[in-house]
């Protein structure tokens, strides 16, 4: 997969919430996603991105170039859609060294990964993209959670992937589910390893409107 564009380096300063601020966009189908950013009052519309989403390779794949890479391609195919706005789309994966946990593909690929994770750290990365539909203009950028997540028996795998709450999810399982009671330390944003690093967003936000 090719790595995205470098950041645009040109700069608008309208403040996100300005009644001059093009609409915000998010590109993703993602309840989590959208949950959150209602939570921390960001006025949005939801597109869902026109994407096929390739399978996560299992190795010669750097996890951040990964990430970065597919959450333009989402943000990107939206601005295919829409005149003008500020597309806002993420991409999470779960990654031990160069390996790479995205969505499961089924109950038994939920189960190979959950196998994969229990009594390890990992990483949760989340890359994150700002796209001007109008302009081109864009910033790319992503967060690191670490997660420490200890060993599970075979009956909590089972149960777990019972509730089917794996669906959808990187690194198939939800903090914020009953995937909380496998996690033993979180080093990083919480709300990453939920579906956006939304401290990383406000970050991005500001920047991108120079306020």
């Known amino acids: 997969m090719n790595k995205p564009p470098q950041e645009n380096p040109d700069r608008r300063s309208v403040p996100a919430h300005s009644p001059d601020a093009p609409r915000l966009i998010l590109a993703s189908g993602s309840p989590r996603r959208a949950e959150l950013l209602r939570e921390y009052g960001y006025n949005f519309e939801v597109i869902h991105p026109p994407f096929d989403e390739p399978p996560a390779p299992i190795r010669h794949a750097n996890p951040v170039e990964w990430a970065e890479t597919v959450s333009f391609l989402k943000a990107e195919s939206v601005a295919a859609l829409v005149k003008n706005g500020w597309i806002l789309s993420g991409d999470t994966v779960a990654a031990i060294d160069d390996r790479i946990f995205g969505k499961p593909a089924d109950r038994a690929d939920a189960e190979a990964i ?39 028996c075979d009956r909590e795998i089972a149960d777990y992937l019972d509730t089917n709450a794996w669906q959808g999810k990187a690194g198939a399982y939800g903090i914020q589910d009953r995937g909380d009671a496998f996690v033993e330390r979180i080093d990083g944003s919480f709300t990453n390893v939920v579906g956006f690093p939304m401290e990383l967003i406000r970050e991005m936000l500001e920047d991108w409107t120079g306020s």
């Open 114 to 152: 959950l196998r994969s994770l229990a009594g390890t750290t990992h990483r949760v990365i989340t890359g994150v993209t700002l796209l001007d539909a109008a302009t081109g203009r864009r910033l790319i950028r992503h967060d690191i959670t670490h997660v420490t997540m200890r060993s599970l």
